[in-house]
């Protein structure tokens, strides 16, 4: 079974500076998708950056981008000139297919806190 | 629908009574997914359907949590004889099939038994 962890519960930053989120898994296959995402008190669960496992070149979205080590089974996240906006619930999720059939099932991380300080 | 609508979003109810959360999906999704979410905890899967059928349920953590889905479109998530450990918060995601482009999530539903 394919297991995600994210050491920090729960981070700091102050506006405008840069913070990077962790996040490790385990997984036998060679073929997946990884995720973060992001949830503010509002509880909507927002996609933030998505990363292909066979593409080497990390992902990135504007502010957002990660560092993705597929041979560590890392995948972090690092938010630039941070908002007060994205002050939220962090989390890392592993995507793959399961059963040899048409589903991908995602699996997440339990999350990290990230405030943003003005 | 524009994005995913789950109702009611909160619900109060007392210990042993049967609660329904309602969800549906984006127009077009055929897969549909139930998570729970309890205080401090990451996301718990629940059950999977693909169509109307659910070739995966592992999650279900009790024969008191059921679901069903009608038309490919609305599930609801059934929980009979509530204990206050089902306090959580319920999200549903749907997504298209044979695609690992992620879920697309509801607002959920904050439930608490008291």
């Known amino acids: 079974a394919q297991t995600v962890t994210q050491s920090q519960p729960e981070m700091s930053v102050q506006e405008a500076e840069t913070v990077t989120l962790s996040c490790t898994y385990d997984t036998s296959e060679n073929n997946y998708y990884l995720f973060w995402y992001k949830q503010p008190p509002s509880r909507q669960m927002i996609l933030v950056i998505r990363?292909?496992?066979?593409?080497?070149q990390n992902a990135t979205e504007n502010r957002f981008s990660v560092n993705f080590q597929k041979a560590a089974k890392s995948f972090s996240l690092k938010i630039s000139d941070s908002q007060l906006g994205d002050t939220a619930m962090y989390f890392c999720?592993?995507?793959?297919?399961?059963?040899?059939?048409?589903?991908?099932?995602?699996?997440f991380g339990k999350g990290t806190l990230l405030t943003v300080n003005p | 629908g524009a994005g995913v609508s789950q109702s009611p979003s909160n619900k109060v109810t007392e210990k042993g009574k049967d609660v329904e959360l309602r969800c549906d999906p984006i127009?077009?999704?055929?897969?549909l997914y139930w998570y729970r979410q309890s205080l401090g905890q990451g996301l718990e899967f629940l059950i999977y359907?693909?169509?109307?059928?659910?070739?995966?349920k592992s999650g279900l953590p009790s024969d008191r949590f059921s679901a069903e889905r009608t038309g490919g479109s609305v599930s609801t998530l059934t929980i009979q004889r509530t204990q206050q450990e089902d306090s959580a918060v319920y999200l549903c995601?749907?997504?298209?099939?044979?695609?690992?482009?992620?879920?697309?999530f509801g607002s959920g539903t904050r439930l608490t038994v008291v």
């Open positions: 995601a749907s997504s298209r099939l044979r695609t690992g482009e992620g879920y697309t």
């Open positions: 990363q292909e496992a066979y593409k080497q």
């Open positions: 999720a592993f995507m793959n297919r399961v059963g040899g059939g048409s589903n991908y099932k995602l699996t």
């Open positions: 127009s077009g999704h055929t897969a």
């Open positions: 359907f693909q169509g109307n059928s659910a070739p995966d």
